[in-house]
């Protein structure tokens, strides 16, 4: 079951705001972000595990409600650089698969000057 | 200093005809998968394996085999291909300790006519 993601797509203006969400129908384990530029494979952003941590790094923040089997990516001051799109990986709770980590259908984010 | 290396890169195969894909990695890592991406579906998994020697089906097996027969290698077998199975696959690996990051290889451009 993959993760749902929205929006699908963001257009943004240099220095604007961004969220993209991400949410299960199943107990998740953690929660892992991942941007992919047009051409390139995807590229590791970040991991968040069940515990409702919040980590960030640079202008680049996330959140994992374990209740709500929900996460936020949050893209301050967007930079050209953060053009690509977004995918939000889950890991299930329960052993029953272990080390299963299936994708949403990613955000298209696009950064304009 | 390699990472994740797939082969081949692009292939044209017609229906029904078979082939491989190679993934191998240098990383030591437990965990590989193998994805297929197409355009608005995101990175759907079809099969991982969290060892040497095991394997499990993702959410989009069919039409597909797999095998890990040495911890470095997981390849990715077509047996009858069909137009269907036209996509850009990607294989990763990783470990769930750690950062828990996921390694890609560049992906490998399957067509078939």
């Known amino acids: 079951q993959q993760p749902v993601q929205s929006p699908q797509a963001v257009i943004l203006r240099e220095g604007e705001d961004a969220v993209i969400n991400c949410s299960s129908s199943k107990a998740l384990y953690s929660v892992h972000w991942y941007r992919q530029k047009h051409g390139e494979a995807p590229v590791f952003l970040m991991i968040l595990l069940k515990g409702g941590e919040q980590k960030g790094h640079d202008k680049i923040s996330a959140s994992f409600n374990e209740k709500k089997q929900q996460s936020s990516l949050y893209l301050t001051a967007s930079q050209l650089s953060y053009s690509g799109t977004y995918f939000c990986g889950t890991r299930l709770a329960g052993g029953t698969s272990y080390g299963k980590l299936t994708f949403g259908q990613g955000t298209i984010l696009t950064v304009h000057p | 200093n390699a990472g994740v290396t797939q082969t081949p890169k692009f292939r044209v195969l017609k229906t029904g005809q078979s082939m491989t894909l190679l993934c191998a990695q240098d990383?030591?890592?437990?965990?590989m998968y193998w994805y297929r991406q197409d355009p608005g579906m995101g990175l759907r998994l079809i099969h991982y394996s969290v060892g040497e020697g095991t394997t499990a089906k993702g959410e989009v097996p069919d039409g597909y085999n797999v095998s890990r027969l040495k911890k470095q290698n997981f390849l990715l077998g077509l047996e009858s291909a069909a137009p269907s199975q036209t996509s850009v696959y990607f294989c990763?690996?990783?470990?769930?300790?750690?950062?828990?990051?996921?390694?890609f290889g560049e992906g490998s451009r399957l067509t078939v006519l």
């Open positions: 990383m030591n890592h437990e965990y």
């Open positions: 990763a690996s990783g470990q769930l300790s750690g950062t828990g990051e996921l390694f």
